[in-house]
C-alpha cells in the first residue's frame, strides 16, 4: 500500500516553457501533499506543502508565482514550473501523507522527475 | 530552527561488515524521525519512523533506535543491495544531507 506516483518521470524543455508534473497517489487518500527538489548530491528541500482544496504553503524562498502548486483531488497535486529557466533543472519529487497517518507525519514519496531545461 | 546532520557523509563496507550510520537532531518537540533509503534517480522509500527516546525498530538487516539527541541506523552484515543514500528527517522531514552506503561484495 501507500503508492505515490508522477509523471513525467523525465522531462526536457526549452527555456522559457511551462512544465507541469503530476502527482497521484494511486491506493489512499491524501489530505496532505508535499514538493521537494533535490539537486545532485544533495539532500531533499521542502518547496511547498499543498492542501486539497486550499492554497499550497510555500517555504522561504520559493516563488509561489514560479512555482504553482493545484491539489485539485485526494489523490491529485501538480506543480507547474512556469516560464523555467536552466537554474530550474532538478529532481523535483512529492510525497503524501495518508489520512490514517495524519497522526504520525509518515509520508510516501513518489519516484521523481527529472527536469531538464535547455 | 530544526536540524538534521548525518554522519559519515559517505561509507564503504565489504559484504558483511556490520556498522551504524548516525543521525544527529535539534528540534523543538520531536513529532517523529524518520529513515528514508534512496537509490540513484529515485524518490525515497521509507524504513522506519520512530517516536520516543529507548524505541527500536527491525525491518531485514536494518534496525534503527533513538534517543533524545541522536538516532541510529545499524546494519548488520550488508549485503551489495544495501548500497544507496540513507537519509534521516525530523517533524516536517527537515532533512539530513544523507550518508552514501557503498557495500562491496
Known amino acids: 500500500g501507500a503508492v505515490v506516483s508522477q509523471h513525467p518521470s523525465w522531462v526536457i524543455c526549452k527555456s522559457g516553457t511551462s512544465v507541469k508534473i503530476e502527482c497521484r497517489s494511486l491506493d489512499f487518500q491524501a489530505t496532505t501533499m508535499f514538493w521537494y527538489r533535490q539537486f545532485p548530491k544533495q539532500s531533499l528541500m521542502l518547496m511547498a506543502t499543498s492542501n486539497e482544496g486550499s492554497k499550497a504553503t510555500y517555504e522561504q524562498g520559493v516563488e509561489k508565482d514560479k512555482f504553482l502548486i493545484n491539489h485539485a483531488s485526494l489523490t491529485l497535486s501538480t506543480l507547474t514550473v512556469t516560464s523555467a529557466h536552466p537554474e530550474d533543472s532538478s529532481f523535483y519529487i512529492c510525497?503524501?501523507?495518508?489520512?490514517?497517518?495524519?497522526?504520525?507525519?509518515?509520508?510516501?514519496f513518489g519516484p521523481g522527475t527529472r527536469l531538464t531545461v535547455l | 530552527e530544526d536540524q538534521v546532520t548525518q554522519s559519515p557523509e559517505a561509507l564503504r563496507l565489504q559484504e558483511g561488515e556490520s556498522s551504524s550510520l548516525n543521525c544527529s537532531y535539534t528540534v523543538s518537540g520531536l513529532r517523529g524521525l524518520f529513515w528514508y533509503r534512496q537509490d540513484p534517480g529515485k524518490g525515497p522509500e521509507f524504513l522506519f519512523t520512530?517516536?520516543?527516546a529507548g524505541e527500536e525498530k527491525e525491518k531485514e538487516r536494518l534496525k534503527a533506535t533513538l534517543t533524545k539527541k541522536e538516532s541510529f541506523l545499524h546494519i548488520t552484515a550488508p549485503k551489495p543491495e544495501d548500497s544507496a543514500t540513507y537519509l534521516c528527517a525530523v517533524c516536517r522531514l527537515v532533512f539530513g544531507a544523507g550518508t552514501i552506503l557503498r557495500v562491496k561484495s
Open positions: 510525497s503524501a501523507r495518508t489520512l490514517q497517518d495524519s497522526l504520525e507525519d509518515t509520508q510516501y
Open positions: 520512530l517516536y520516543s
